[in-house]
């Protein structure tokens, strides 16, 4: 069984950064690929960024190109987003997730941390 669970959430003013961490248990986690995704008040969710476990290769949702960093500690089980220049329109719950097969679904969720961006 994998558990996710994310950290780092909170309140920043617009400019500022944060840095999200989604700590992954379990005996053996090997994945195809881990995610970000968000989603906002009355919106749908959004992918934030995707990066293939292994060879660490990341993609970025348009909205957030330049401004956010997917990254991974593959020891410690670990994946993170660096979010700089954040602007009041990042304000949402951010969910890391994974899949194990490159044909597969993302069916492990963590629960989600909030962040806020104030103007």
């Known amino acids: 069984q994998v558990l996710l669970v994310e950290s780092g959430g909170g309140l920043v003013q617009a400019g500022g950064s944060l840095k999200l961490s989604c700590a992954a248990s379990?005996?053996?986690?090997?994945?195809?690929?881990m995610g970000w995704f968000r989603q906002a008040p009355g919106k749908e969710r959004e992918v934030v960024g995707r990066?293939?476990?292994?060879?660490?290769?990341?993609v970025y949702g348009d909205s957030v190109k330049g401004r956010f960093t997917i990254s991974r500690d593959i020891t410690k089980k670990t994946l993170y987003l660096s979010m700089n220049s954040l602007e009041p329109e990042d304000t949402a719950v951010y969910y890391c997730?994974?899949?194990?097969?490159?044909?597969?679904?993302?069916?492990?969720w963590g629960q989600g941390t909030q962040v806020t961006v104030s103007s």
């Open positions: 990066i293939t476990w292994s060879g660490g290769f990341a």
């Open positions: 379990g005996r053996t986690f090997n994945p195809y690929e």
């Open positions: 997730a994974a899949r194990f097969f490159a044909t597969a679904l993302y069916n492990y």
